[in-house]
């Protein structure tokens, strides 16, 4: 089983709202990632998590609040958004992020669009 | 220069024919690679990893070229299903840690 949950899979979201986005795999796997997707762009990376531990943030703004609580769960808090941050944003899993098991699965994504 | 570059296409294939494009990378760090195909408005999915050897999966064989920095993709006897986006990717060494790199994506249109 090779699934990865989020949830919502659609959002939409004022610019003064809080919001979260979920994902959860039960596959054992210790790395968690978020992704950011425009249209006709390819995913690119906002964190990575090791064992539960952040270890990249590629610079994303302070709006952008990620939370691992356990090895299956990934949460993206959202605050003060702007229309800009308008997007596909996917959770992946992987079995680890170094050696081979580095195979990342990803979540069907949660379609957000601020207003 | 982008980490990871792609053909961004489209390929117009015929139905049942063969298909190939590839993928360039720019750190020779980086450590292993994958193929993803994304279908519209949907996430993407697993087509398979590329090994150093090469490796063939049905109708499709991924190639990996280390001195050249490149991995390739071919699909054989292609099928209107084929018709997707497909993503390279790429797993580098950084410093804080490993990182999966995606290219733009290549786009293929397969026609009766």
């Known amino acids: 089983d090779t699934e990865v949950t989020q949830t919502p899979k659609h959002l939409v979201m004022g610019m003064t709202n809080k919001k979260s986005l979920k994902c959860e795999q039960h596959?054992?796997?210790?790395?968690m990632y978020w992704y950011k997707q425009k249209a006709k762009k390819p995913p690119e990376l906002m964190f990575v998590y090791s064992y539960e531990k952040l270890s990249i943030n590629e610079s994303v703004p302070s709006r952008f609040s990620p939370e691992c609580p356990n090895s299956s769960l990934l949460n993206l808090h959202l605050h003060a958004l702007q229309p800009e941050d308008s997007a596909l944003y996917l959770c992946?899993?992987?079995?680890?992020?170094?050696?081979?098991?580095?195979?990342?699965?990803f979540g069907q994504g949660t379609r957000l669009t601020v207003v | 220069r982008k980490e990871v570059e792609q053909d961004p296409g489209p390929f117009n294939v015929p139905e049942g024919a063969t298909v190939a494009f590839n993928c360039t990378y720019s750190n020779s760090a980086s450590q292993s690679f994958f193929w993803y195909r994304q279908d519209c408005r949907k996430e993407p999915k697993l087509l398979m990893s590329v090994y150093s050897s090469g490796n063939e999966d049905g109708r499709f064989t991924a190639q990996l070229n280390r001195a050249s920095q490149y991995i390739s993709l071919l699909i054989r006897d292609s099928k209107l299903s084929d018709s997707a986006t497909y993503l390279c990717a790429v797993n580098t060494i950084k410093a804080a840690g490993n990182k999966l790199t995606f290219g733009g994506g290549t786009r293929v249109l397969v026609k009766p």
């Open positions: 596959m054992g796997h210790r790395a």
């Open positions: 992946a899993s992987s079995q680890d992020t170094q050696g081979s098991n580095t195979e990342a699965f």
